[in-house]
Nanobody
Framework: QVQLVESGGGLVQPGGSLRLSCAAS????????MDWYRQAPGKERELVAG???????RYAGSAKGRFTISRDNAKNTTYLQMNNLKPEDTAVYYC????????????????WGQGTLVTVSS
């Protein structure tokens, strides 16, 4: 099995910063991409940022210039640095990854974390 565990969410005032982490563990050979999604109350889940194993990044328009995604391949971990947070950034943030595993057989598996809540409010 492969698990993703997010951490770093919490309550922050507008203009503040948070750093989210997502650590993958389990029967991992390698990880292709690692993405961050978010889902606000009453809204659909949306992509926030993504990063490939080679370090190529992509961002949603709302995240560009404020959020930075990075990853540590040795630790199978991705990070999302969020600056200048706004109330509209309030959501549950989920990590998603495409993992090459060997259990039960060798192949790719798409895995989701359980989410971490980010609340931006004064």
């Amino acid at each position: 099995q492969v698990q993703l565990v997010e951490s770093g969410g919490g309550l922050v005032q507008p203009g503040g910063s948070l750093r989210l982490s997502c650590a993958a563990s389990g029967n991992i050979i390698s990880i292709n991409y690692m993405d961050w999604y978010r889902q606000a109350p009453g809204k659909e889940r949306e992509l926030v940022a993504g990063i490939t194993s080679g370090g190529m990044t992509r961002y949603a328009g709302s995240a560009k210039g404020r959020f930075t995604i990075s990853r540590d391949n040795a630790k199978n971990t991705t990070y999302l640095q969020m600056n200048n947070l706004k109330p509209e950034d309030t959501a549950v943030y989920y990590c998603n990854a495409r993992v090459l595993t060997y259990v039960p057989i060798r192949g790719y598996l798409e895995v989701w974390g359980q989410g971490t809540l980010v609340t931006v409010s004064s």
